[in-house]
């Protein structure tokens, strides 16, 4: 190791005393994480790309410091559900400072990789009081019935108002207003769940009759619309 001349010409003062780090809560332990195998979790990292046409929602189950699960969530750009394709085969096996320099072709994959790994690090995971931590595949428990993403979808404008396309139930079918024309409920129909009594053997049609719901006041309405349609 090379000192520069003023360096060299220091006396010697001595260093106080080592405490190391400090402790972070990790599945129940408080841990001193000097090395990558010293941190243990599961968390999630969000992230989005240069022109912030997509989100990716990225999570992580950590063990020793080897990925051992994860789970890749995209929204809104459809090359970037390619590159979670090859970061989900990518990730597991590999350990967190691995995966935090691996390029993972999407910049919003690429950011969320970053956020998960200062949540792990800090000792910020979902785990962090959980003796044990969490199994292996624990992170398909934030999916909805069918292994879907839960995703909401809502658009409007001044002129014509809001119109409800997508809730965490499912795709939206019809919206109903009141006497005002205000939203006071909404149909829906499971699609997770439509499509696996379909996988199963049940006729299509009956399995969407039997997956249509409703939220809200819906038999209330007034006026019913076809948020796609109307």
């Known amino acids: 190791m090379n000192y520069s001349a003023e360096v060299e010409n220091m006396c010697t003062v001595k ?26 979790g599961l968390s999630h990292g969000i ?3 240069a022109p912030q046409q997509g989100a990716c929602k990225l999570t992580l189950n950590v063990k020793e410091g080897i990925v051992q699960e994860a789970l890749v969530e995209t929204l809104g750009c459809s090359g970037m559900t390619h590159s979670a394709a090859m970061a989900a085969e990518i ?37 962090a009081f959980s003796e044990g931590g969490l199994p292996i595949g624990a992170s398909l428990e934030d999916l909805g019935k069918g292994l879907r993403s839960q995703v909401g979808t809502m658009f ?13 139930e499912g795709y939206i079918l019809k919206i109903a207003l009141d006497n005002d024309s205000e939203v006071i409920g909404y149909q829906f129909v499971k699609v997770g769940k439509m499509l696996e009594d379909i996988r199963h053997g049940m006729n299509p049609d009956e399995a969407y009759k039997k997956n249509i719901g409703q939220y ?6 007034v006026k019913f619309i076809d948020p796609r349609e109307e």
């Open 216 to 221: 809200g006041r819906f038999d209330e309405g």
């Open 156 to 168: 409007s404008t001044g002129a014509k108002g809001v119109r409800y396309l997508e809730m965490a």
């Open 15 to 40: 260093k106080g005393p080592k405490h190391g780090p400090a402790p972070i809560p990790e599945e129940g332990k408080w841990v001193k994480s000097y090395e990558i195998k010293d941190i243990s």
């Open 91 to 127: 990730l597991p096996g590999k350990t967190l400072l691995e995966c935090l320099n691996t390029d993972l072709v999407c910049d919003a994959i690429n950011v969320a990789m970053r956020e998960i790994f200062k949540q792990l690090a800090y000792g910020r995971s979902q785990t």
């Open 47 to 49: 992230g989005w790309c």
